[in-house]
């Protein structure tokens, strides 16, 4: 029987909300010169947030579209759609983490420039793919997939390969200025004591390095 947790729908959500949220922050951010602190700690943001960004889409791109196709081989030319959006979107991410490692070493006004030029780039590459998924990709995504298929991707794709601290940071960066709605739905797929305890180890060093990085934009977790 084919599954409709919303829950699954909005976890992709949250994620997309939070590199939207970021993707604005950070073009607003460069938009003015930066202590060496924070450009130091924006900068190391920026890699962690990449990082994270490929390592969902790889899950995608070698779990999830097969694992559609395999029940819904009609769907083959809205995943090759998908899978074309990904590629441009690397790129982009290529250009961005290749912009915030200069500027990381060199904090002039150029390289300052380059890195907002870049993330430009980057919200004109994701903005239009985030929109596309969740419009026509995900409601298919859930509508085809069962509980057994995303656990199966969770163990297999989602999580493998992230440390305990990746796991951490991205739980309270999905929380970052989220809001009650989506928060509910977080909470309803991260069992309370991991939720708890990721919190105590996680939260207080994810704030601390949000203030920095993003000064008065920083937001309050949910």
Request: hydrophobic share 30%; glycine share 0%.
């Given at each position: 029987m084919a599954s409709t947790v919303d829950p699954v729908h909005n976890m992709n959500a949250v994620i997309h909300r939070a590199l939207r949220r970021d993707l604005d922050r950070l073009e607003t951010?460069?938009?003015?010169e930066l202590s060496d602190s924070r450009r130091e700690a924006l900068?190391?943001?920026v890699t962690w947030m990449l990082d994270f960004l490929h390592h969902h889409h790889v899950g995608e791109d070698e779990g999830v579209w097969?694992?559609?196709?395999?029940k819904r081989p009609d769907l083959s030319p809205l995943v090759e759609q998908m899978s074309a959006e990904h590629e441009a979107l690397a790129a982009a991410s290529d250009r961005l983490r290749a912009a915030s490692d200069a500027y990381a070493v060199d904090g002039s006004t150029e390289a300052r420039t380059r890195l907002h030029e870049a993330t430009l780039e980057m919200q004109k590459a994701t903005l239009p793919h985030l929109d596309h998924e969740e419009r026509e990709a995900i409601p298919l995504v859930v509508e085809a997939l069962d509980a057994e298929d995303w656990e199966y991707l969770s163990?297999?794709?989602?999580r493998k390969g992230l440390s305990l601290s990746d796991s951490g940071i991205s739980l309270m960066w999905d929380l970052?200025?989220?809001d009650p709605a989506y928060a509910a739905a977080v909470r309803s797929e991260v069992p309370g004591p991991v939720l708890w305890l990721m919190t105590r180890i996680f939260g207080g060093r994810?704030?601390?390095?949000?203030?920095?990085?993003?000064g008065e934009l920083a937001g309050t977790r949910a």
């Open positions: 951010v460069t938009r003015s900068c190391r943001h097969p694992r559609l196709l395999a163990k297999n794709h989602f970052d200025d989220l994810y704030d601390r390095d949000a203030r920095t990085r993003w």
